[in-house]
T-cell receptor, first 115, second 111 residues
Framework: GDSVTQTEGPVTVSESESLIINCTYSATSIAYPNLFWYVRYPGEGLQLLLKVITAGQKGSSRGFEATYNKETTSFHLQKASVQESDSAVYYCALGMNYNQGKLIFGQGTKLSIKP | AQTIHQWPVAEIKAVGSPLSLGCTIKGKSSPNLYWYWQATGGTLQQLFYSITVGQVESVVQLNLSASRPKDDQFILSTEKLLLSHSGFYLC??????????FGPGTRLTVL
């Protein structure tokens, strides 16, 4: 079936250090799914961080980057230098780009930044 | 700009009691609408989706039902709550092409 697996949290990183949250997916019902990173900041709702809908492309937002790698079925989230404001729960998601618009989420990774 | 509102913000209910959660989307005509659920410590699962008024498809069977009485409204309900219904319920809208946009959610505790 279709599934998403991401780095198990919680993850703690010191401010200004680099970050990588791993995400791998299995897509059996669609050859080229859309890939997303969503984020939930403390006290806020779930919001889209970045998306990539074409294999081989990179998405970026707020200093975060992720590359859609179809060969390794991965979509790792990276940031070169984290800030305290990046503390949040991050979710990798697989999207089916047909009418139903089903999203399949990973389990979420809670990130804490040490000042 | 589109806005999505969910009500109530939180509910504490007894096992066996009825439930109704609501969601309203403003600023978007004929959106696809979705209900998601997240158990404590679990992942987000899509429960229902609706492409048009009056039509709802079930994705996961959890003894819940959903209805779309208006273009901008999506209701999640059950006649009889179970302990396993506890969790966080999210409503979302999308166009069916790519990303979805989520509401603030409703925290449900069943005792």
């Amino acid at each position: 079936g279709d599934s998403v697996t991401q780095t198990e949290g919680p993850v703690t990183v010191s401010e200004s250090e680099s970050l990588i949250i791993n995400c791998t997916y299995s897509a059996t019902s669609i050859a080229y799914p859309n890939l997303f990173w969503y984020v939930r900041y403390p006290g806020e709702g779930l919001q889209l961080l970045l998306k990539v809908i074409t294999a081989g492309q990179k998405g970026s937002s707020r200093g975060f980057e992720a590359t859609y790698n179809k060969e390794t079925t991965s979509f790792h989230l990276q940031k070169a230098s984290v800030q305290e404001s990046d503390s949040a729960v991050y979710y990798c998601a697989l999207g089916m780009n047909y009418n139903q618009g089903k999203l399949i989420f990973g389990q979420g990774t809670k990130l804490s930044i040490k000042p | 700009a589109q806005t999505i509102h969910q009500w109530p913000v939180a509910e504490i209910k007894a096992v066996g009691s009825p439930l109704s959660l609501g969601c309203t989307i403003k600023g978007k005509s004929s959106p696809n609408l979705y209900w998601y659920w997240q158990a404590t410590g679990g992942t987000l699962q899509q429960l229902f989706y609706s492409i048009t008024v009056g039509q709802v498809e079930s994705v996961v069977q959890l003894n819940l039902s959903a209805s779309r009485p208006k273009d901008d409204q999506f209701i999640l309900s059950t006649e009889k709550l179970l302990l396993s219904h506890s969790g966080f319920y999210l409503c979302a809208w999308g166009t069916g092409e790519a990303e979805q946009f989520f509401g603030p959610g409703t925290r449900l505790t069943v005792l």
